[in-house]
């Protein structure tokens, strides 16, 4: 496939003409990583726009104590690294291949062109931008309000829409996570996620297949978390 029709397929890029995806294609590389191989780690200088035409990417850090702090997994077609390339700053949080695939980049020089030059990139921008702090603002009330088992039911929630893909089973959630993820992810213990899952496996919301989560009902799940 062709540069530009991989660029089509991006909603960062969507709304692009085929004109303008052509002129872009000029100024993109693209790289395969290997599973668990990093992409960047927090502090680094911020040179490029990653964007994930195939595979999966976790943005994670490392807390003082040594845990790891999972921000987020990234599903093909997302992008990042935004941040430093716009305000300046040290890239903000480690970003790691979690499953194999190809990172499609984007040189500082040439985002600031683009921004000054697509409109439509830039709404997209904000608008991606705006949904990530409404997530993190969910997740420091979440963190403040609700016990373990609501935090994990929400994380699953946020998981299928994410990362799920519909089957006759229920919705089947696409990256592989284990225990100690989730843990990362909600801010709580294995042992206690553990107890968790067992708890939501027991009121058959959801199942586990080959290494995946299904998910039996989302309404559920989201009822635990809004009273
Ligand atoms: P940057 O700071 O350059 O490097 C780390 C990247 O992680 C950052 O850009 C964003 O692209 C991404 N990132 C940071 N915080 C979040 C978040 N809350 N949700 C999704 N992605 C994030």
């Not at 990093?38 to 911020?46: I, S």
């Not at 964007?51 to 040594?66: E, L």
């Amino acid at each position: 496939m062709s540069i530009a029709r991989m660029l089509a397929r991006v909603p960062l890029f969507d709304k692009l003409t085929d004109d303008q995806l052509q002129r872009l294609e000029a100024h993109i590389t693209s790289r395969y990583y290997r599973e668990n191989e990093p992409v960047f780690r927090r502090g680094e200088d911020g040179e490029t726009l990653y964007i994930i035409n195939s595979g999966r990417v976790k943005i994670h850090n490392i807390s003082d104590d040594g845990h790891e702090i999972i921000i987020a997994y990234l599903p093909q077609g997302e992008f990042f690294g935004e941040m430093s390339l716009l305000d300046g700053e040290g890239r903000s949080a480690d970003a790691t291949v979690i499953e194999a695939g190809e990172l499609l980049m984007l040189h500082r020089s040439d985002f600031i062109v683009c921004l000054s030059r697509y409109p439509q990139m830039v709404s997209h921008i904000l608008s991606v931008l705006g949904k990530r702090i409404r997530n993190a603002n969910a997740q420091l009330d979440s963190l403040a309000h609700h016990n373990v088992t609501a935090r994990l039911a929400r994380q699953i929630v946020i998981l299928s829409q994410q990362h799920g893909v519909t089957t006759p089973e229920g919705v089947r959630i696409e990256a592989r996570l284990t225990q100690q993820n989730l843990a990362s992810l909600i801010g709580a213990s294995r042992e206690s996620v553990n107890k968790n899952m067992k708890y939501l496996r027991e009121r058959r919301l959801i199942t586990f297949r080959k290494g995946t989560i299904i998910v039996h009902s989302i309404k559920s799940l989201a009822k635990m978390y809004s009273i």
